[in-house]
Structure formats: C-alpha cells, structure tokens
C-alpha cells in the first residue's frame, strides 16, 4: 500500500511541449523528494523539498512542496525526448524511511 | 564504477526455491536499505541496516523474507520456498548515515 498518489499514471507529450506530474498525500511528510527511473536501473533522485512552499528549479524542471507539506508537482518545460521515464515521488516518514508513490511513466516524442 | 552494485541482475526460480541476493554498497556507506519494486508500482520498503545491524525489518513481506549485513558491508537478502508473489525487482541503496540514498541497478526475480 502505497501512502502517496501520483497522477497522472501515464503521460505522452510531444517534444517541446510542457507537462506536470502530482503527487498528493493525507500525511505529512518532514520532507519530499522526486526521483526519475529508467528501465532496468534504479531510481535516481533529482530534488529533495522540505519547507512547505518551496519552489526549487533544475534546469527545465520546477518542483513544488505544497504549504501544508502533503502534496508536490514536478512541471517540465519544453520536454526533451531525454526526459522520458519513470517519475517517482517519495516521502520521508522519519529519517530513514522513505515511502513512494507508484510513479509516472512520462513517454516524450521527438 | 563506484555505484551499488547488485548481483544477480536477473534470477529465474521454480516456485519453492530459496535465492539469494547480493548488495555491494559504496565503500564507507553506513545505512543500507531493501526495496522490492512490483511490476508498476514504486518501490517498497523492506529493511534497514546501520552497519551491521537490522534497525527495521518491518516491511519484510513475511518470514521467508531474511536480510543480513554481518560485517557491516556487503548484504543479502534470502528468500526461502519462493513464491510466484515473490516475482519483483529487488532494490538495494546505501547512504552517509540517512542522507540521500544511492540505488543500485536491482535483481528482477522471476518465479515460475
């Protein structure tokens, strides 16, 4: 059973296009972080989020903590054929365990 | 290359089986985790490992599921009289103390 849900499950989008992927939660978590899985690799982690609020910027890629620290957004602007793979959220239930979400598969056509 | 390592990468087992499988974390790396990630969905926590020792087995599906670290390095996690439920990829990831965690490339287990 999975704590966090994320949407949408599958995303298909044109390369240059923008997307948004959520991750949304009745815990709250000390702190959030967002990896990106590739097939027959493990998850690597692109951000960590702590304060409520928190917008941090990668790149072409924009994360959000929402206020009350149960929810987040990764939004990709003008998505590369690169950014394809599994996108995964995950919260901190204490200061080990990490809880994630089912991921979402973001497929970006050239 | 100085990532987690696992082996093996893919394992077939006939139900009723033990496997075994091996977790090479990066050198100096105290806390080492176990995931099991189904077909689809996240990964799933396991177990951890401050150097040798098993500080939470509380995700460990059920008693067949058995983890070990005895010299505070290299892991393995054995699974006895397997199970088709069983069919996962298991992850192993090591950090510094609780900072960020470094996955390795994962065992798929099949059981047939």
């Known amino acids: 059973t999975q704590l966090l849900e994320q949407s949408p499950q599958f995303l298909s989008i044109q390369e240059g296009e923008n997307l948004t992927v959520y991750c949304n939660s009745s815990?709250?978590?000390?702190?959030l972080q967002w990896y990106r899985q590739e097939p027959g690799e493990g998850p690597v982690l692109l951000v960590t989020?702590?304060?409520?609020?928190e917008v941090k910027k990668l790149k072409r890629l924009t994360f959000q903590f929402g206020d009350a620290r149960k929810d987040s957004s990764l939004h990709i602007t003008a998505a590369q054929t690169g950014d394809t793979g599994l996108y995964l959220c995950?919260?901190?239930?204490?200061?080990?365990?990490?809880?994630f979400g089912a991921g979402t598969t973001v497929t970006v056509r050239a | 290359g100085a990532g987690v390592s696992q082996s093996p990468r893919y394992k077939v087992a006939k139900r009723g089986q033990d496997v075994a499988l091996r977790c090479d974390p990066i050198?100096?790396?105290?806390?080492l985790f176990w995931y099991q990630q189904a077909l689809g969905q996240g990964p799933e926590f396991l177990t951890y490992?401050?150097?040798?020792?098993?500080?939470?087995k509380s995700g460990l599906p059920s008693d067949r599921f058995f983890a070990e670290r005895p010299e505070g390095s290299v892991s393995t996690l054995k699974i006895q009289r397997t199970q088709q439920e069983d069919s996962a990829v298991y992850l192993c990831?090591?950090?510094?103390?609780?900072?960020?965690?470094?996955f390795g490339p994962g065992t798929r287990l099949t059981v047939l």
């Open positions: 815990s709250v978590f000390s702190s």
């Open positions: 990831a090591s950090s510094l103390e609780n900072n960020e965690q470094f």
């Open positions: 989020v702590v304060t409520g609020g």
């Open positions: 490992f401050q150097n040798e020792a098993q500080l939470d």
């Open positions: 995950a919260g901190e239930e204490n200061d080990y365990k990490l809880s």
């Open positions: 050198s100096g790396h105290v806390s």
